[in-house]
């Protein structure tokens, strides 16, 4: 069964740094579209970054680029979202996406 196992979220101060980390399994490919997503309270999710498996392709969000770094472990299936500068507005629900799975998501809260 396809699963994602987001980590790595917690409560920062303002121009803090946090890394998430995805662990992939029971993916039947190789070659896939990894996506980090965020929600914050009462708004919508959206796309933060996303990289590709295959040729390390990856997308940024335009408030995230300069900040936020996504990498991926192809031989651990793990991809990684380095987090720096954070701000207050960075406050969400962060969720990694892979084929039309969801993971479980972690809370990643900065203060102001």
């Known amino acids: 069964e396809a699963q994602l196992v987001e980590s790595g979220g917690g409560l920062v101060q303002a121009g803090g740094s946090l890394r998430l980390s995805c662990a992939a399994s029971?993916?039947?490919?190789?070659?896939?579209?990894i996506g980090w997503f965020r929600q914050a309270p009462g708004k919508g999710r959206e796309g933060v970054s996303c990289i590709s498996s295959s040729d390390g392709k990856t997308y940024y969000k335009n408030s995230v680029k300069g900040r936020f770094t996504i990498s991926n472990d192809n031989a651990k299936n793990t991809v990684y979202l380095q987090m720096n500068s954070l701000k207050p507005e960075d406050t969400a629900v962060y969720y990694c996406h892979v084929n039309g799975y969801w993971g479980q998501g972690t809370q990643v809260t900065v203060s102001s």
């Open positions: 029971g993916f039947s490919s190789d070659d896939y579209v």
